[in-house]
C-alpha cells in the first residue's frame, strides 16, 4: 500500500469503542526522495510519475504543483484547465480500471 504497493503498518489505539490515536507507518523504503536529490527541480514531474503505472498523472500533477508553490509560480488558466482535465480523465481511468480488471 505504501508507494502504491508494499508494506503499511496501521496503529490503532482504541478505548472503550473509540479510537483515541491511529498512527500508519511505511515499512518499506523505496528511496524516490534520495533520487530527486541534487537533480534539476524539473525533473521532479517526470521521475516521479515513475513511481507508479497506474496513477502517473497523479504524481506528475502533484510534483508540478508543488513546483508552482516552490517557485511561486501561477500557471495561466487554459493551463490549470488542461491539468484539470488530464487529472480528470487518469481518475476516470484509474477507476474504470479497479472497477473492471482488479
Known amino acids: 500500500m ?5 508494506h503499511l503498518k496501521v ?5 472503550e469503542g473509540r479510537v483515541i490515536g491511529a498512527r500508519s507507518i511505511g515499512t518499506l523504503f523505496r528511496g524516490i526522495e534520495i533520487i530527486l536529490t541534487g ?7 517526470f521521475i516521479t510519475q ?6 502517473p498523472i497523479a504524481h506528475a500533477t502533484a510534483s508540478a504543483l508543488a513546483l508552482d ?5 501561477t500557471p495561466p488558466d487554459n493551463g490549470r484547465i488542461i491539468r484539470n482535465l488530464i487529472l480528470g480523465a487518469n ?3 484509474s477507476h474504470l480500471l479497479h472497477f473492471y480488471h482488479l
Open 2 to 6: 505504501t508507494r502504491i504497493e508494499g
Open 11 to 15: 496503529e490503532v489505539e482504541v478505548d
Open 39 to 45: 537533480r534539476e527541480p524539473r525533473d521532479a514531474v
Open 50 to 55: 515513475r513511481v507508479c503505472g497506474v496513477c
Open 69 to 73: 508553490a516552490a517557485f511561486g509560480a
Open 91 to 93: 481518475f476516470i481511468q
